[in-house]
T-cell receptor, first 112, second 114 residues
Framework: TQLLEQSPQFLSIQEGENLTVYCNSSSVFSSLQWYRQEPGEGPVLLVTVVTGGEVKKLKRLTFQFGDARKDSSLHITAAQPGDTGLYLCAGSKNTGGFKTIFGAGTRLFVKA | NAGVTQTPKFQVLKTGQSMTLQCAQDMNHNSMYWYRQDPGMGLRLIYYSASEGTTDKGEVPNGYNVSRLNKREFSLRLESAAPSQTSVYFC?????????????FGEGSRLTVL
């Protein structure tokens, strides 16, 4: 059972479209991270959000942490084929050695 | 820069065999983690180690054991492999002394249990 639920699981869109990926939980996290994974490689960090309500932007990607620190979203504006990949959210708590759990991921495919 | 190195990259076992996955990091990180990744399941935490000499269970520890040999190395052992343990295993280490630190991952070890 994944304590972090991501939706949608799969998304196939045309180049130039906008999209939003969601990460939800019933637990409160000290921080939440978004990673991107390419085939055959390990995940790579995109962003870390810590404060409830926090919004961070990374070029065409906008990340938001929910006010209650239980959920997060990733919005991509004008998606490009290079955005194709598996997007994973990861939640951590500041207890017990910084245990970090991941959601099941959203697989994004952007068609040219 | 080596970062996080996992060995072996590929392994095929028969049911009941044992093996150890090795992981080493050269970034002087305190925390290290072992995850498994199955199709459609994302990454699931097996065990983690906050610092040298400590280990804790994650979400799916059954059938696995770990050893934090020193600050650099964190190994994962399968004592009696089962087909359900067929997966891609990732080792990671965390930069910094807080949960906000970035996780650095190895390239993964693909294990097949027949």
């Amino acid at each position: 059972t994944q304590l972090l639920e991501q939706s949608p699981q799969f998304l196939s869109i045309q180049e130039g479209e906008n999209l939003t990926v969601y990460c939800n939980s019933s637990s409160v996290f000290s921080s939440l991270q978004w990673y991107r994974q390419e085939p055959g490689e390990g995940p790579v960090l995109l962003v870390t959000v810590v404060t409830g309500g926090e919004v961070k932007k990374l070029k065409r990607l906008t990340f938001q942490f929910g006010d209650a620190r239980k959920d997060s979203s990733l919005h991509i504006t004008a998606a490009q084929p290079g955005d194709t990949g598996l997007y994973l959210c990861a939640g951590s708590k500041n207890t017990g050695g910084f245990k970090t759990i991941f959601g099941a991921g959203t697989r994004l495919f952007v068609k040219a | 820069n080596a970062g996080v190195t996992q060995t072996p990259k590929f392994q095929v076992l028969k049911t009941g065999q044992s093996m150890t996955l090795q992981c080493a990091q050269d970034m002087n990180h305190n925390s290290m983690y072992w995850y498994r990744q199955d199709p459609g399941m994302g990454l699931r935490l097996i065990y983690y180690s906050a610092s040298e000499g400590t280990t804790d269970k994650g979400e799916v520890p059954n059938g696995y054991n770990v050893s934090r040999l020193n600050k650099r190395e964190f190994s994962l052992r399968l004592e009696s492999a089962a087909p359900s343990q067929t997966s891609v295993y990732f080792c990671a280490s965390r930069r910094g002394g807080a949960s906000t630190g970035e996780l650095f991952f190895g390239e993964g070890s693909r294990l097949t249990v027949l």
